[in-house]
Structures are given as structure tokens and as C-alpha cells.
């Protein structure tokens, strides 16, 4: 079936850090592939999306890469900031979302 | 353009008692999916309905039905809790004609059964 991984977390950052959260997945076909993020006590929101190889979703500084050959969809960020401090979630969807189990993004000022 | 509602925001229940949660999809949506995440744990599928039928089901048992209505709203039923059924229950929304590309969550039940 299909499955997404994500790094283990916690990921504990200074602002203005560069943040790399890696997320790798297991399909049958061609699912398009996201990044979540959860604020604490919140539903989930959508950060950005790819919807075919080779696609760069990005969004509010975050960006990520459809990467087919190595089915990785790595998120990244420049230069992180308190706010930014959250659960990321990577998920594909191919019929239904699946998602990986969350990574926990503390930043320090 | 009002998002996903979802309520009550919060629920506590016993042991063996059944519960009802309600979703309102976000204007014009006419799929709606719910998911159960545990604490620490990324959301799992549990159905999705269209045109007010189930299409799709994750893992879940027969304990856990649902309803879409006319207005494509929906709702999530739960008879005889357990406690491994406390969780943040979401709703998401999304586009038929858009293939559900984009899902639109809503800010969760959460339900603690005791």
C-alpha cells in the first residue's frame, strides 16, 4: 500500500536557520504530494503541493520538490522564524490522503 | 467564503456510548473526507463520501458510519466507544471536478472517551 516517511523529530532550530525536513514515499502510481502544517490546538493547514515529477511547490518561504527518481519530497526553508514553529506533515494523495507521522518544528528567537 | 466547520469543538463521552459528529464543507465543495489523528500521530483515513454516498474506507470498523446530506454536509457516527477511540477527528473538503487535488480541513472534534 501506499506510505509516506518522514525524518524523526523533534527539530529544534535558531531563527533564521535553514530548515530541511525530509519526507520519502511508497506508491503504486502517481499520487500528487503535500505539506501540512499543524498549529498547536488547530486543524491542519496546506502549506504547498506538487501534483508531477519534477514540480516545486512553495509557499510563505517553504518550498519542496516532486523528485520521482529518489520519491522524496524534502521540505525547506531559507530562514526560519518563531512563528514558524508547528507539526509538519507530509501526505500524498492518490485517492485518499496518507499521512507520515509528523514533525515537530520548535524555533528559539 | 466561510472554510470547514466542524462541531461540537469538544467531547466527552464513556465507555460503550455512541457519538455523532457534524462537518460543514467549505462553499461549494461536494466531497467531503474524515480523518482520526491521535496524539503524536498523523491523520488516518476513515471514509470519504460523494453525491451523499461512502466511496472510499481506510482500516476502520464497522462502528465508525457516516452521512453526507443534500447540502453536501456530513456526519460521523461512533457507536459503542472505546478508549483507544479518543482523538482529534477532521473533516476535509474538497472538489469532485478538481479530482479532490486540494483537501480543506476544518479545526477538528476533539473527542476524549473515558
Known amino acids: 500500500g501506499n506510505s509516506v516517511t518522514q525524518m524523526e523529530g523533534p527539530v529544534t532550530l535558531s531563527e533564521e536557520a535553514f530548515l530541511t525536513i525530509n519526507c520519502t514515499y511508497t506508491?503504486?502510481?502517481?499520487?500528487?504530494l503535500f505539506w501540512y502544517v499543524q498549529y498547536p490546538g488547530e486543524g491542519l493547514q496546506l502549506l504547498l503541493k506538487a501534483t508531477k515529477a519534477d514540480d516545486k511547490g512553495s509557499n510563505k518561504g517553504f518550498e519542496a520538490t516532486y523528485r520521482k527518481e529518489t520519491t522524496s519530497f524534502h521540505l525547506e526553508k531559507g530562514s526560519v522564524q518563531v512563528s514558524d514553529s508547528a507539526v509538519y506533515f507530509c501526505?500524498?494523495?492518490?485517492?485518499?490522503?496518507?499521512f507520515g507521522q509528523g514533525t515537530i518544528l520548535t524555533v528559539h528567537p | 467564503d466561510a472554510g470547514v466547520t466542524q462541531s461540537p469543538t469538544h467531547l466527552i463521552k464513556t465507555r460503550g456510548q455512541q457519538v455523532t459528529l457534524r462537518c460543514s464543507p467549505k462553499?461549494?465543495?461536494?466531497?467531503v473526507s474524515w480523518y482520526q489523528q491521535a496524539l503524536g500521530q498523523g491523520p488516518q483515513f476513515i471514509f470519504q463520501?460523494?453525491?451523499?454516498?461512502?466511496?472510499q474506507r481506510g482500516n476502520f470498523p464497522d462502528r465508525f458510519s457516516g452521512h453526507q446530506f443534500p447540502n453536501y454536509s456530513s456526519e460521523l457516527n461512533v457507536n459503542a466507544l472505546l478508549l483507544g477511540d479518543s482523538a482529534l477527528y477532521l473533516c476535509a473538503s474538497s472538489l469532485e471536478r478538481e479530482r479532490r487535488e486540494t483537501q480543506y480541513f476544518g479545526p477538528g472534534t476533539r473527542l476524549l472517551v473515558l
Open positions: 506508491a503504486t502510481g502517481y499520487p500528487s
Open positions: 501526505a500524498l494523495l492518490y485517492g485518499k490522503l496518507t
Open positions: 462553499s461549494g465543495h461536494d466531497t
Open positions: 463520501y460523494y453525491e451523499e454516498e461512502e466511496r
